[in-house]
T-cell receptor
Framework: DTGVSQNPRHKITKRGQNVTFRCDPI?????LYWYRQTLGQGPEFLTY????????KSRLLSDRFSAERPKGSFSTLEIQRTEQGDSAMYLC??????????????FGPGTRLTVL | AQKITQTQPGMFVQEKEAVTLDCTYD???????LFWYKQPSSGEMIFLIY??????QNATEGRYSLNFQKARKSANLVISASQLGDSAMYFC?????????????FGKGTKLSVKP
């Protein structure tokens, strides 16, 4: 059972460029989450999917951010016209659908974005 | 609104000793889950332990135990017999159950350093 994988692990880009990150969840996990973590803070929720449906988006997810999970398997997070404030670690997590109250989210290694 | 508070930015513990990391939470929900994650310098969030709001017994997982005091809204993590590999950031998190919300709310974390 492989864990959550994310690519790339590191991305350096110039302000104004577009970037796209990929997340491959644990197989058969229905739910997939994106979080952003800045230095010295805990992760902050961005959005999540159940299968291919995007069920919730945070206010942090500005119009420049878009996420997809077209076939209910892997997901992509795109940031358009990057800004220096977008520099952060982007974490992906997956979990099985709720059966009872336990719904543990398992995280990937993250993609560290640096916007110059 | 839900909130997690971790008041200890950093903690030191001697190898082989026990350490308690504090976590208090604020919620008006009756049904919720509390999680602890470990984040080594590599960046990946590693799930440690879970406590449901209706669980009457404190959760334990190997050297980790969760001291759950519902009336005080605290969910402290106890690590027994600390090891050098325990040095990392530790995050307390909460999620609510019911409705469409599936995301975790994280605290700011506690940096644990284990001294040989």
């Amino acid at each position: 059972d492989t864990g959550v994988s994310q690519n790339p692990r590191h991305k350096i880009t110039k302000r104004g460029q577009n970037v796209t990150f990929r997340c491959d969840p644990i197989s058969e996990h229905n739910r997939l989450y994106w979080y952003r973590q800045t230095l010295g803070q805990g992760p902050e929720f961005l959005t999540y999917f159940q299968n291919e449906a995007q069920l919730e988006k945070s206010r942090l997810l500005s119009d420049r951010f878009s996420a997809e999970r077209p076939k209910g398997s892997f997901s992509t997070l795109e940031i358009q016209r990057t800004e220096q404030g977008d520099s952060a670690m982007y974490l992906c997590a997956s979990s099985p659908v709720d059966r009872g109250l336990i719904d543990t989210q398992y995280f990937g290694p993250g993609t560290r974005l640096t916007v110059l | 609104a839900q909130k997690i508070t971790q008041t200890q930015p950093g903690m030191f513990v001697q190898e082989k000793e026990a350490v308690t990391l504090d976590c208090t939470y604020d919620t008006s929900d009756q049904s919720y889950g509390l999680f602890w994650y470990k984040q080594p310098s590599s960046g990946e969030m590693i799930f440690l332990i879970y406590q449901g709001s209706y669980d009457e017994q404190n959760a334990t997982e190997g050297r980790y135990s969760l001291n759950f005091q519902k009336a005080r809204k605290s969910a402290n993590l106890v690590i027994s017999a600390s090891q050098l590999g325990d040095s990392a950031m530790y995050f307390c998190a909460m999620r609510r159950y019911g409705g469409s919300q599936g995301n975790l709310i994280f605290g700011k974390g506690t940096k644990l350093s284990v001294k040989p």
